[in-house]
Antibody, heavy 114, light 110 residues
Framework: EVQLVESGGDLVQPGGSLRLSCAASGFNFSNYLMNWVRQAPGKGLEWVASIDQDGNLEYYVDSVKGRFAISRDNAKGSLYLQMSRLRAEDTALYYC???????WGQGSLVIVSS | QSLLIQPPSVSGTPGQRVTLSCSGSSSNIGSLTVNWYQQLPGMAPKLLIQSNDQRLSGVPNRFSGSKSGTSVSLVISGLQSDDEADYYCGTWDSNLNGWVFGGGTKLTVL
């Protein structure tokens, strides 16, 4: 079964850091560009970042540039999002999604609050 | 405010035909293909339509997509109660060099 499973979400203080992980299974992970998308409570979808198959090209929404870093480990079939200098407005459910957003995980909740 | 504009809400009665719209510009919809996503309450989004009008396997043919210039539409015919969900359009934007989603349309089946 093709599956993505996120983990690592937590309650963190403003200015803090957190790393999200996404474990892929059921497909050849190294063949696909991967994405992170977030959804604030009661709000719409916001694309956060993408990384190409080899990890050489990264793309970010302006609001997270310089604070978030997307990475991947093809040998482990895993995608990561390192988040630093977190703000209240980063509070959201974070999804990982495959290339064309054809496969989504169930999401990992990040709450930034003191 | 998203670069892709969707009406916040649309409603219809069972059996009716409804149209959901998504308007963009030359840097996104006008030059690239668009996908449609369905998000049922409490669930992760699901890709319904890719490349403007290609239904994913398992998606009923009651769902159809089309594109004209810088706008796309999702038509749902024979509306059913379990079609009640949020629907998002999405595509790449060449000016932002990033993916953009519409603000989403909440479909209510009366």
């Amino acid at each position: 079964e093709v599956q993505l499973v996120e983990s690592g979400g937590d309650l963190v203080q403003p200015g803090g850091s957190l790393r999200l992980s996404c474990a892929a299974s059921g497909f050849n992970f190294s063949n696909y560009l991967m994405n992170w998308v977030r959804q604030a409570p009661g709000k719409g979808l916001e694309w956060v970042a993408s990384i190409d198959q080899d990890g050489n090209l990264e793309y970010y929404v302006d609001s997270v540039k310089g604070r978030f870093a997307i990475s991947r480990d093809n040998a482990k079939g895993s995608l990561y999002l390192q988040m630093s200098r977190l703000r209240a407005e980063d509070t959201a459910l974070y999804y990982c999604a495959r290339r064309n957003f054809d496969i989504w995980g169930q999401g990992s909740l990040v709450i930034v609050s003191s | 405010q998203s670069l892709l504009i969707q009406p916040p809400s649309v409603s219809g009665t069972p059996g009716q035909r409804v149209t959901l719209s998504c308007s963009g510009s030359s840097s996104n919809i006008g030059s690239l293909t668009v996908n449609w996503y369905q998000q049922l309450p409490g669930m992760a989004p699901k890709l319904l339509i890719q490349s403007n009008d290609q239904r994913l396997s398992g998606v009923p043919n009651r769902f159809s997509g089309s594109k004209s210039g810088t706008s796309v539409s999702l038509v749902i015919s024979g509306l059913q109660s379990d079609d009640e969900a949020d629907y998002y359009c999405g595509t790449w934007d060449s000016n932002l060099n990033g993916w953009v989603f519409g603000g989403g349309t909440k479909l209510t089946v009366l």
